[in-house]
């Protein structure tokens, strides 16, 4: 591989792994924007959580936070209670209609890849196999 060539692997990557998750993203979306949907998703598979660290997790300012969780909540996926401990900060967790939800959206995305995926030559179906387990190791942090 050229030098030249091989800088342009990050970018390519990226934009690449970009572009994907976004036309994925529209696979099915239910009217939630992807800061709903990706609360929604933590809480499901993190448990209840304060507001505070649900919107550390996601990397958004706390009044952002507040929105999201105010719009889940009147869409019936997330309900908020006092935290017992300090009743000035809330407790966030998700529904069973939020769980039913991420679960079904989820699965709307997986089929849409897959469909995606079986499209491709056989040849190049086994090249993106044998590459699942080098971007899973990219995603292991130092």
Known sequence: MTPSAAEDVPARLYLAIGRLSRSLRRSGTQGLGHGSIS???TLVGCGEMRLGDLANKEGVAAPTMSRIV???????YVQREPDPVDRRAW?????????RMVSGLRSTRVQELRRRIE????????????AIPVLEELLTEE
């Open 91 to 99: 407790l966030v967790k998700a529904t069973p209609d939020g769980e």
């Open 119 to 130: 499209r491709l030559p056989e040849a190049k179906q086994v090249q993106l196999i044998s």
């Open 39 to 41: 609360a929604l998703s």
């Open 70 to 76: 105010a719009a889940l909540v009147e869409a019936k």
